[in-house]
């Protein structure tokens, strides 16, 4: 395009938002030694970073910190400066160094200020260089790399040499520095871990084998908290040793921004709360729950570890057996007449509160004073049922567990299907994925169908919402006058919302109110045909009561 004659395009002037930085940077003159308490650490800060190493930098989270001797000792933020050969300090939000250049004194295994000293060699390991990107690297790897950790360090693969074909259990591959090659290009042996695109990263040795799971947190390998959290070396042992004392994940290890996707939380996740699990089942409960990443993120913070129940030393004689019912009545009188002999586990040698159950109905029984392990474990939970209880496996949730199905309560399903432990966990998992009554459970034998036909309506009406008390339940059908055969075909209408199909809140179908109707006003006795046998039976019942 051409301009009219006379006439010039208006100036624009353009300018760094941070010159000074980037001035200093470029020309490779430091601040003003003075100025070095502008990068000190707040003293709370020192405290969350791992031990001094032997050359005098703390390594945490892929940042690296140097202890440095002016007046004090105090603790800044470095990175390596090519122009210098040296560290030199900066600002957390700083993308290059602007601070003074430093060189490490030996003697006190600080920083100094001022010009690097010929231990520079020392400092010059592949850890603490700026990546090297191999040359024959693919354009999608380089554009996966611009938006990962500036931090990492990638292998030039050209100088190096590993067995492809061994697989050690943590995910390290041993690299060894090619023949005739000096330091220049790097130190004589790296561990490394590959990433997603399969690229060599440098990272420290572990502290552990890395042929054999770690004796802390087995769930995890080396390479799982790394690529998660960007931890290695040290980081990943007290990552280990914090983990396993708590039960919980160290506040100060952070999800990688490139790792807030659920298909990486969803597999931490299943390390803490199921490492057993299948995993695309597990993955499947939590990809219902529609939550986003940010919000995995946070839940993570709050899952505790899950931990397997030790088995006892020695075994134990005779163990009761779980469904064994127990009497309540604990009265001298009862203990002085009875001739049998009291059985490994009998309730005789138990005390308990009956009126006492915890928020899933467990009652607990604790072993009498003075007795050993010979008469039973020393406490034992229960299910009451009718004046007696009943002995069962509970089950000590996580947090993520709680979330199959929170309103039902373990008393309810094992009333309904008299299943325990395991299998309740495993019943809640399976009906939070297909909102229906598993297969492979079976109601149990009630006195009475219509019994077992009210359970049944009181538990998958309320998936929600807390059971109402059985009482509440029958007071809601018993003006319908339904049957039994009417309250089965009711409870095979039940959608997996807990309301019947196509209709909302506690609406009843159609034929139920018009079933009503006609009980109400009785104009054909015939009608009542069909239920004759069961109304005899009934009369029968109430008869014999």
Not at 76 to 95: H, I
Not at 372 to 380: A, K, M, V
Request: some cysteine; overall charge negative; aromatic content about 8%.
């Amino acid at each position: 395009m051409q301009l009219p004659s006379g006439e010039t395009l208006p100036r624009i002037q353009i300018q760094d938002l941070i010159p000074a930085i980037l001035e200093r940077a470029s020309s490779g003159h430091p601040r003003p030694t003075e100025n070095i308490r502008h990068y000190e650490l707040p003293a709370q800060a020192r405290t969350l970073l791992p031990a001094v190493n032997a050359e005098g930098l703390r390594v945490h989270r892929g940042r690296i910190y140097a202890e440095v001797q002016y007046t004090t000792t105090t603790t800044v933020m470095v990175d390596w400066d090519e122009g210098a050969g040296t560290y030199r300090a900066k600002l957390p939000q700083e993308m290059h160094p602007s601070g003074p250049a430093l060189h490490f004194d030996p003697q006190s295994n600080t920083w100094r200020i001022g010009e690097p000293a010929d231990s520079g060699a020392l400092i010059g390991s592949a850890i603490h260089r700026p990546a090297v990107i191999p040359q024959n690297t693919p354009p999608q790897a380089l554009a996966s790399l611009a938006q990962s950790d500036t931090t990492a360090v990638y292998i030039d693969t050209r100088h190096y040499v590993w067995d492809s074909t061994t697989t050690h259990h943590h995910g390290y591959v041993v690299m060894h520095r090619k023949m005739r090659l000096d330091d220049t290009v790097g130190p004589q042996s790296i561990h490394a871990f590959r990433d997603d695109n399969g690229l060599f990263v440098s990272v420290e040795p572990p502290t552990h084998p890395i042929d054999q799971p770690a004796e802390l947190l087995p769930a995890w390998t080396d390479r799982d908290i790394w690529n998660l959290y960007g931890l290695q070396g040290a980081d990943i042992t007290r990552f280990r040793a914090e983990a396993h004392s708590t039960g919980r994940k160290p506040q100060w290890a952070r999800v990688r921004t490139e790792r807030m996707e659920n298909t990486y939380l969803f597999d931490e996740l299943r390390r803490w709360l199921g490492p057993d699990m299948d995993r695309d089942m597990f993955n499947r409960v939590l990809d219902h729950q529609k939550r986003s990443p940010a919000q995995w993120v946070n839940h993570l913070e709050s899952v505790t570890l899950h931990r397997s129940t030790p088995a006892p030393q020695t075994p134990l004689p005779n163990l009761s057996t779980p469904g064994t019912p127990l009497s309540r009545q604990l009265t001298p009188d009862s203990l002085a007449t009875t001739d049998s002999t009291p059985a490994y586990g009998d309730q005789r040698y138990y005390t308990w509160d009956p009126d006492k159950s915890n928020a899933h109905g467990y009652i607990e029984m604790q072993r009498k004073p003075g007795l050993d392990d010979s008469h039973g474990p020393l406490t034992q939970m229960a299910f009451p049922e009718g004046t007696g209880l009943t002995i069962v496996r509970p089950i000590q949730y996580s947090v993520e567990q709680r979330a199959f199905r929170p309103y039902w309560r373990d008393i309810d399903i094992w009333n309904l299907y008299r299943i325990e432990g395991a299998d309740i966990l495993r019943f809640r998992q399976d009906v939070a994925l297909h909102l229906k009554q598993p297969a492979w459970v079976r109601q149990r034998d009630y006195p009475s169908q219509r019994e077992q036909l009210i359970d049944y309506l009181r538990l998958w009406t309320n998936p929600d919402s807390p059971l109402k008390p059985r009482d509440q339940v029958i007071a809601r059908f018993q003006p319908y006058n339904l049957s039994t055969e009417q309250l089965a075909r009711l409870c095979n209408e039940i959608s997996p919302t807990g309301q019947f199909n196509n209709l909302i809140n506690d609406e009843l179908p159609t034929w139920v109110k018009t079933h009503q109707a006609r009980t109400l006003v009785v104009t054909r006795f015939e009608q009542f045909d069909p239920y004759l046998p069961e109304i005899k039976a009934e009369i029968i019942r109430l008869r014999n009561q």
